[in-house]
């Protein structure tokens, strides 16, 4: 079988819904045949191993286990579901102060056990802060690790689609930027919808200001909307995306959406956070996000949302300050 690459790709929370399905999607995608399988909850994390052998993959070397020295040593790629799910009535802040500390563990773990691991992506909520949190305490380079933020882009494309009765492949480049979560920044002004800018839709009777304020709102509430809907959070999607993020690092097909990345470049300092972002062998890099006044200021109001977690999880003592970043991590300028 031809697989991407035979480096050994670790999924933390393997034993979750989300974490299952990123191991499902990584074996039927081909990236590695080096699969480990790791969670705490011994159980279920064998039912799942013994799920993805039912499979049939072949040539797949799926291994499994409890015990993160033997899952992080020898990775070469990491992705982790590992944190507490988001219920009813929660939002992704709320599960901060205990994903923080499974952050900071995560990170310390991979100092340890893998320091030579390519690259890492971590979709745990919230993203953006879990991401900061296990990069400051890996000891990688900001290039190294990502964190999941384009189901908001994907939810704009999708609500698009449906107000305009169109299928995805004439609605292109969907963006939102600044954190995941319900202070992103919607931008208009890089969309097309059947080969005619998005802006110039917006307030006319093809999408009337309202219908547009409406389904901006939809967007940002689309992951309460599943957990309205099934009864839990999303899983299939941030399942899916997360490894095709994970697959661009090993060297695949580029990875299409806004990632959140380490930023730190005069305007926005010391933040992870959703921009243009490029993901290759050599890392992920991003470029200056360009909109509307109007939009920006949408941008830099979710930078400053994010801010005040960063520091939240600071004055916790989950991470010192800022000025003493490049201590924990030499990497981090």
């Known amino acids: 079988m031809n697989y991407l690459t035979d480096k050994k790709l670790t999924i933390v929370g393997a034993a979750g819904m989300i974490g299952s399905n990123m191991a499902q999607t990584a074996l039927m995608m081909k990236l590695t045949p080096n699969l480990c399988l790791y969670d705490p909850f011994a159980p279920a994390l064998e039912g799942v191993a013994e799920e993805m052998f039912h499979c049939g993959f072949e040539g797949a070397n799926i291994t499994f286990t409890s015990n993160v020295e033997e899952a992080l040593t020898g990775a070469s790629f990491i992705v982790s579901s590992g944190g507490a799910a988001r219920k009813a009535g929660m939002t992704r802040e709320d599960l901060l102060k205990g994903n923080a500390g499974i952050a ?179 890392g992920a890099h991003y470029k200056e996000v360009k909109g509307t006044e109007e939009e920006h200021a949408e941008l830099v109001k979710s930078y400053k949302h994010l801010c005040e977690l960063r520091d939240e999880v600071i004055s916790m003592g989950v991470l010192p300050p800022i000025s003493e970043w490049n201590k924990l991590n030499p990497n981090i300028q």
């Not at 310390?108 to 949190?133: M, Q, S, W």
């Open 104 to 282: 900071e563990e995560l990170g310390k773990n991979i100092r340890k056990y893998c320091p030579n691991v390519e690259h890492v992506v971590i979709i745990f909520n919230p993203a953006d802060i879990t991401g900061l949190i296990t990069l400051l305490y890996s000891g990688l380079k900001p290039t190294q690790v990502t964190t999941l933020a384009a189901l908001d882009s994907t939810r704009l494309r999708s609500e698009l689609c449906k107000y305009f009765k169109l299928p995805t492949s004439e609605v292109k480049n969907c963006r939102t930027y600044g954190g995941h979560g319900e202070q992103m920044a919607v931008f208009a002004s890089t969309t097309t919808v059947a080969g005619q800018p998005l802006s110039s839709l917006i307030g006319t009777d093809k999408l009337p200001a309202e219908d547009w304020a409406a389904l901006k709102q939809r967007v940002i509430q689309g992951g309460k909307n599943i957990i309205d809907l099934r009864g839990r959070s999303s899983f299939q999607s941030p399942a899916y995306v997360s490894i095709e993020m994970i697959a661009a690092a090993m060297g695949g097909a580029d990875f299409r959406w806004p990632a959140g990345v380490y930023v730190n470049n005069g305007e926005f300092q010391h933040i992870m956070m959703a921009m243009e972002t490029s993901i290759t062998k050599d």
